[in-house]
């Protein structure tokens, strides 16, 4: 079974799939909301690289925007946003604390 890099706005995911068409439903099942923005067949093991904990700029991605997303799909639950900004961004829970609160104060 061939691996594949796909390369999402906020990861680079690599993994086994049979097809491209699988390895796009790797990302689609890991990261719904994400669009794919490279795939390429590969010849490794499997990993999965948070672009922002390596420091890379994301293209197109605003902490205010995606943390008021966050807030809206936890319907103003904090810790629930918390949690969803750290799991679309990668970032670690103070910097994701701070973000969702920040926001919430100026009424997301």
């Not at 999402?8 to 689609?28: F, G, L």
């Not at 994701?96 to 997301?108: C, D, H, Q, Y």
Request: aromatic share 6%; glycine share 4%.
């Amino acid at each position: 079974m061939p691996l594949f890099e796909i390369e999402t706005v906020a990861h680079i995911i690599i993994s086994w799939a049979v097809d491209e068409d699988a390895a796009r439903q790797v990302v689609s099942d890991a990261y719904p909301g994400e669009s794919i923005v490279r795939l390429t067949r590969r010849p490794r093991d499997t990993w999965v690289i948070s672009k922002s904990a390596l420091g890379l700029p994301t293209s197109n991605q605003d902490p205010c925007y995606t943390a008021r997303e966050c807030l809206s799909k936890a319907a103003g639950d904090k810790v629930h946003a918390i949690r969803l900004y750290m799991h679309e961004t990668g970032d670690d829970l103070e910097r994701a604390r701070k973000v969702i609160e920040s926001n919430m104060v100026m009424g997301w």
